[in-house]
């Protein structure tokens, strides 16, 4: 008998090109999805405390809607990932730096007096004059030229945070209250929490039962309320918020590190690590992150005009005239280490000493000068302080893996007013196409847009 002839098939599985095909395109993804979220390249940060707060730290009601409408990020990897170091050695450093005042520079002399405003109204020069600060016994404009309406028990509360603080603020109930996470075990030992609010924002929290009407002192989760009264303020809540943002120092005289961060963001990672990582590691007196689009002053000017996050369109022109008047100069690597002239104010972080007080002071004059746009007014107070400001500005990247951003509050809510912006009742006019440029209100400006212009196309 003959022998069988042996037929070798191919598999079955094998026979159609486009399966192939497809089998090898889902390994190829699947190889590069691991690979992305194991590559250093990503903002991964070590596991915030190794100890952290297991329990929540308040439960809210449902109606309140806590974690509604959080923002997507842009990005999910960044080019310098920072990581952050064991959770008991930084505990330990940080109690020891606020421990040892002599690491903290001389305090500034503050203005007294009385005046219609609550930061003096100071005219340009004044403002100017105070740029340069080389003589320590010379009194620098820091607001509080009218009482700060806040109850006695609060401010007594507030001058015995010794430490870290994280401050936050809700004016006109435009955003809701939210608890940081990843805590660690020992860090509501050394840390406080303040969250100021307005009459408005009161009434929301008790109407959705999130605070006691019997109390006159109030604590939801780890925020301790501060009520704002709002006799004599201003009356923009925007500009009532930018005094705690800009003289926390002076709020809290006692205390060593201090966190802003506005109401919309939901803080990720344990203050201390956030103090001890892109404070003290990279020895500087303030930490912010940049702005993820603009570098220019002048692009944020054109931006809020634009997109009418200013009523007072005039003022906003009249403003970068002044700036381009006394030496306002676009972002170029001239500036460098100042990586950009605009930062998304929404986080500072700071070290209380002499230059990041100074600073903060500064910047709240321009805001009640002209309007609370601080993004506007940052790089022309910071290009021209003296003695130099020591400044980290990190990547957008980063800050994205530090908070969540969650929406404002725009719809009628259930306490049955509308929480609006104040502006919305201002009349509001429309920006040109040639706002700034080919205008005879900034002729100042011209030299800055063509150097601007030259930057961006090398």
Same mark, same amino acid.
């Given at each position: 008998?003959? =022998?069988?002839?042996?037929?070798?098939?191919?598999?079955?599985?094998?026979?159609?090109?486009?399966?192939?095909?497809?089998?090898?395109?889902?390994?190829?993804?699947?190889?590069?999805?691991?690979?992305?979220?194991?590559?250093?390249?990503?903002?991964?940060?070590?596991?915030?405390?190794?100890?952290?707060?297991?329990?929540?730290?308040?439960?809210?009601?449902?109606?309140?809607?806590?974690?509604?409408?959080?923002?997507?990020?842009? %990005?999910?990897?960044?080019?310098?990932?920072?990581?952050?170091?064991?959770?008991?050695?930084?505990?330990?450093?940080?109690?020891?730096?606020?421990?040892?005042?002599?690491?903290?520079?001389?305090?500034?002399?503050?203005?007294?007096?009385?005046?219609?405003?609550?930061?003096?109204?100071?005219?340009?020069?004044?403002?100017?004059?105070?740029?340069?600060?080389?003589?320590?016994?010379?009194?620098?404009?820091?607001?509080?030229?009218?009482?700060?309406?806040?109850?006695?028990?609060?401010?007594?509360?507030?001058?015995?945070?010794?430490?870290?603080?994280?401050?936050?603020?809700?004016?006109?109930?435009?955003?809701?209250?939210?608890? *940081?996470?990843?805590?660690?075990?020992?860090?509501?030992?050394?840390?406080?929490?303040?969250?100021?609010?307005?009459?408005?924002?009161?009434?929301?929290?008790?109407?959705?039962?999130?605070?006691?009407?019997?109390?006159?002192?109030?604590?939801?989760?780890?925020? %301790?309320?501060?009520?704002?009264?709002?006799?004599?303020?201003?009356?923009?809540? /925007?500009?009532?918020?930018?005094?705690?943002?800009?003289?926390?120092?002076?709020?809290? *005289?006692?205390?060593?590190?201090?966190?802003?961060?506005?109401? =919309?963001?939901?803080?990720?990672?344990?203050?201390?690590?956030?103090?001890?990582?892109?404070?003290?590691?990279?020895?500087?007196?303030?930490?912010?992150?940049?702005?993820?689009?603009?570098?220019?002053?002048?692009?944020?000017?054109?931006?809020?005009?634009?997109?009418?996050?200013?009523?007072?369109?005039?003022?906003?022109?009249?403003?970068?005239?002044?700036?381009?008047?006394?030496?306002?100069?676009?972002?170029?690597?001239?500036?460098? *280490?100042?990586?950009?002239?605009?930062?998304?104010?929404?986080?500072?972080?700071?070290?209380?000493?002499?230059?990041?007080?100074?600073?903060?002071?500064?910047?709240?004059?321009?805001?009640?000068?002209?309007?609370? %746009?601080?993004?506007?007014?940052?790089?022309?107070?910071?290009?021209?302080?003296?003695?130099?400001?020591?400044?980290?500005?990190?990547?957008?990247? /980063?800050?994205?893996?530090?908070?969540?951003?969650?929406?404002?509050?725009?719809?009628?809510?259930?306490?049955?007013?509308?929480?609006?912006?104040?502006?919305?009742?201002?009349?509001?006019?429309?920006?040109?196409?040639?706002?700034?440029?080919?205008?005879?209100?900034?002729?100042?400006?011209? =030299?800055?847009?063509?150097?601007?212009?030259?930057?961006?196309?090398?």
């Amino acid at each position: 008998m003959g =022998k069988a002839k042996l037929t070798f098939r191919t598999p079955l599985l094998f026979q159609s090109k486009l399966l192939c095909f497809s089998l090898i395109y889902l390994c190829t993804v699947l190889f590069l999805a691991l690979y992305n979220a194991l590559s250093p390249t990503q903002c991964i940060f070590r596991s915030s405390p190794f100890d952290p707060v297991q329990a929540p730290l308040f439960f809210y009601p449902s109606t309140y809607g806590e974690h509604n409408h959080a923002l997507p990020t842009h %990005r999910s990897s960044c080019s310098l990932p920072i990581f952050f170091s064991d959770y008991s050695m930084v505990f330990k450093e940080i109690q020891d730096l606020c421990a040892n005042s002599s690491g903290f520079s001389p305090g500034l002399r503050y203005m007294h007096g009385k005046a219609d405003t609550f930061g003096g109204n100071l005219s340009t020069q004044k403002r100017i004059f105070f740029l340069h600060h080389s003589n320590d016994s010379v009194e620098v404009p820091c607001g509080f030229f009218k009482n700060f309406p806040i109850p006695h028990s609060d401010r007594v509360a507030m001058e015995k945070c010794n430490g870290l603080v994280v401050v936050s603020a809700i004016f006109d109930n435009y955003d809701k209250i939210r608890q *940081p996470r990843g805590l660690g075990s020992k860090t509501l030992e050394v840390v406080c929490f303040f969250m100021f609010v307005d009459d408005i924002t009161l009434k929301g929290f008790h109407y959705h039962q999130l605070i006691s009407r019997k109390s006159e002192e109030h604590k939801i989760g780890v925020w %301790r309320i501060i009520k704002v009264s709002s006799t004599n303020m201003y009356d923009n809540p /925007v500009m009532n918020v930018a005094i705690p943002k800009y003289l926390l120092h002076r709020l809290f *005289p006692n205390s060593k590190f201090s966190i802003w961060m506005n109401a =919309k963001l939901q803080l990720m990672v344990d203050p201390l690590l956030l103090i001890h990582t892109l404070l003290v590691l990279e020895k500087v007196d303030m930490a912010i992150p940049k702005h993820p689009f603009y570098v220019h002053s002048m692009e944020e000017a054109v931006a809020t005009a634009r997109w009418k996050k200013w009523w007072n369109v005039d003022a906003l022109q009249r403003q970068m005239e002044t700036y381009c008047e006394y030496g306002l100069q676009p972002w170029s690597p001239n500036k460098l *280490p100042y990586p950009s002239d605009v930062p998304d104010s929404s986080l500072i972080i700071r070290k209380h000493g002499m230059r990041s007080n100074l600073f903060s002071c500064l910047m709240f004059n321009e805001l009640e000068a002209f309007n609370p %746009r601080d993004q506007v007014a940052f790089a022309y107070v910071r290009d021209h302080l003296n003695p130099k400001l020591k400044l980290n500005m990190f990547e957008e990247q /980063v800050f994205e893996h530090i908070a969540v951003e969650y929406r404002h509050n725009l719809k009628r809510s259930a306490t049955g007013f509308i929480e609006e912006r104040w502006s919305s009742s201002k009349r509001t006019k429309r920006a040109r196409h040639d706002l700034f440029v080919n205008s005879s209100c900034c002729i100042s400006c011209q =030299k800055y847009f063509s150097e601007m212009w030259v930057e961006t196309h090398d």
